[in-house]
């Protein structure tokens, strides 16, 4: 199975880890997610996300067209089945980047995909990564930091965990652990 499912707290470095994979392995799909909340400055539509309204989230969700989905912090988000399915088929390696209630429902669906933690090298650096982003408001920081914690009471369902220390060193840890060749 070609597929690896990321998570970790929100924070901790997952969207900077992946962009590194990316870079460095052209070859590695990864999904594009749908989610209701707002882009943040400098996200395109189409790229970071799929930037849809609460009904589009609704409805995609009727009609099956996503593999997870989740509310995480006030919002939606989820994973768009067809793409994946696509790129599955031809043999590409792929990798979401997902939170923790996404991450076990492939499981349950897709018992043979690889899940890997991405932890922070200490609660005070996920704190510092999380409020030096400077994307969310001081109450979404809580919520965040709040969903951390039972994100982290976690790290043991996955098959392995990487500690984000240095980006170089924790993307190359998570594509030895991808099925890339
Ligand atoms: N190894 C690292 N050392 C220091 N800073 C890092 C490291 N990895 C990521 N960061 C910084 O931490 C912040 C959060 O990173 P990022 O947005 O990638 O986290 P995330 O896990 O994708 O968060 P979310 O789940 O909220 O989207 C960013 O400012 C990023 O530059
Ligand atoms: N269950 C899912 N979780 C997802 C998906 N796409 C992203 N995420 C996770 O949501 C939080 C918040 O993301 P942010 O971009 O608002 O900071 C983070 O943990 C992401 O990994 C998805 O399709 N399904």
Redesign the pocket.
């Given at each position: 199975m070609r597929l690896t499912v990321l998570s970790?707290?929100?924070?901790?470095?997952?969207?900077?880890?992946v962009a590194e994979v990316r870079r460095r392995h052209p070859e590695v799909w990864v999904s594009v997610s749908c989610t209701t909340r707002a882009p943040r400055p400098g996200e395109t539509n189409g790229v970071e996300y799929h930037f849809v309204d609460v009904e589009e989230f609704t409805l995609m969700v009727k009609k099956g067209e996503l593999l997870e989905h989740a509310m995480f912090a006030g919002h939606a988000y989820g994973t768009p089945r067809a793409p994946l399915e696509a790129r599955l088929a031809e043999g590409v390696p792929c990798l979401l980047?997902i939170?923790l209630q996404g991450a076990r429902q492939v499981r349950a669906g897709i018992p043979d995909a690889r899940f890997v933690f991405?932890a922070p090298p200490s609660w005070q650096e996920l704190v510092r990564?999380?409020t030096?982003?400077g994307t969310e408001s001081p109450e979404v920081i809580e919520r965040?930091l709040d969903r951390a914690r039972t994100e982290l009471a976690a790290e043991s369902e996955f098959d392995a965990v990487v500690v984000?220390?240095?980006?170089t060193r924790?993307a190359a840890r998570l594509v030895a652990l991808m099925d890339t060749d």
């Open positions: 970790g707290p929100s924070g901790v470095g997952k969207g900077t880890v980047e939170e991405l990564r999380l030096g982003r965040r984000n220390d240095d980006v924790a």
